[in-house]
């Protein structure tokens, strides 16, 4: 049997800076606040409670004094820094540079895009409730429009200019359809831009991931239930394998995948870490492969 890991898979960028980061005051310190999980896949986040790193929500974030608080990659509403002001919190921020910069452009297209009697209707192509979103709807008080899907253009006015972002992990392919959509009904004296903010990290990685799927007769997806760019990842993965299953970690495996197979794909979201790949990997080579 034929078991590989895609050398593509794992955290990206601005996940293993985070990580990075929360282990070097844990190392130093042994205790870190962390304000929501530091990365989407509960695998990790407990590996990481282990050595001391405690998750709190925005609630919890208003009662802290004096203490630090790791700011995880998705980012944080300009509200979160002004409580950890007034609080006396030190930030160690980790926001991915990626969002950070989508976050300014953001801010800037709501504060100096329109005159101030006419705000700006800034549109986010993205997952509502959403960490990052959460951080980006915060750029503009409160009153960007965040669209989930093609489905939900009819809440854009067609009649104001119109600012469309999109969050980092969502697919290009979904972008581009809205673009076109808002281009066949926005009015003809209406400005209309576009910015296509999605990270390369993920965008690049589909036709990769594809090849990678295609490839093997059985594809075990590891990734956690909450990760976004891993829904779309997995998408991708049974499109061009139909036997391709998403798994939390190798407890999950249905022994009855693996009949009759012999070459196995193993690969993963930016929020997976590689020793979880490696830990699935294992169990496959010790439970399904003959001497």
């Known amino acids: 049997m034929i078991i590989e890991i895609d050398n593509g898979s794992g955290f990206c960028f601005g996940v293993t ?52 608080v790791l700011l995880r990659a998705h980012g944080e509403p300009p509200e979160t820094y002004e409580i950890a002001r007034r609080n006396n919190i030190e930030i160690i921020d980790a926001t991915c540079p990626v969002v ?38 915060g750029q503009t008080q409160g009153n ?36 076109e959509e808002i281009k066949k009904r926005i009015a003809h004296d209406v400005e209309f831009k576009s910015f296509d903010t999605i990270c390369r990290s993920v965008a690049n990685r589909i036709p990769q991931i594809r090849q990678f799927a295609a490839r093997h007769e059985l594809i075990l997806f590891v990734c956690g239930s909450k990760s976004s760019n891993g829904k779309i990842l997995f998408a991708e993965c049974l499109d061009a394998n139909p036997n391709s299953h998403m798994i939390s970690n190798e407890s999950e495996i249905n022994p009855q995948w693996l009949q009759g197979k012999h070459s196995i794909g193993i690969c993963g979201a930016t929020s997976t870490p590689r020793w979880l790949m490696n830990k699935v990997k294992i169990f496959v080579e010790n439970n399904f492969t003959t001497p």
């Open 100 to 137: 950070l910069q989508l976050q300014r452009r953001i801010n800037k297209s709501y504060n100096t895009e329109q005159p101030c009697d006419m705000p700006p209707q800034v549109v986010i192509y993205g997952k509502r409730g959403h960490a990052e979103v959460n951080g980006l709807v």
């Open 144 to 179: 960007a429009l965040v669209i989930e899907s093609l489905d939900e253009i009819d809440k854009i006015d067609f009649n104001r200019n119109i600012y469309l972002y999109s969050q980092t992990t969502k697919s290009l392919q979904g972008f581009k359809a809205i673009v």
């Open 17 to 68: 800076t985070a990580i990075s980061k929360a282990e070097e005051e844990l190392d130093n310190t042994g205790h870190l606040y962390c304000l929501g999980d530091i990365v989407h896949n509960s695998n990790e986040v407990e590996r990481l409670k282990q050595k001391g790193l405690e998750t709190i929500t925005h609630e919890q974030l208003r009662e802290l004094r004096d203490v630090k």
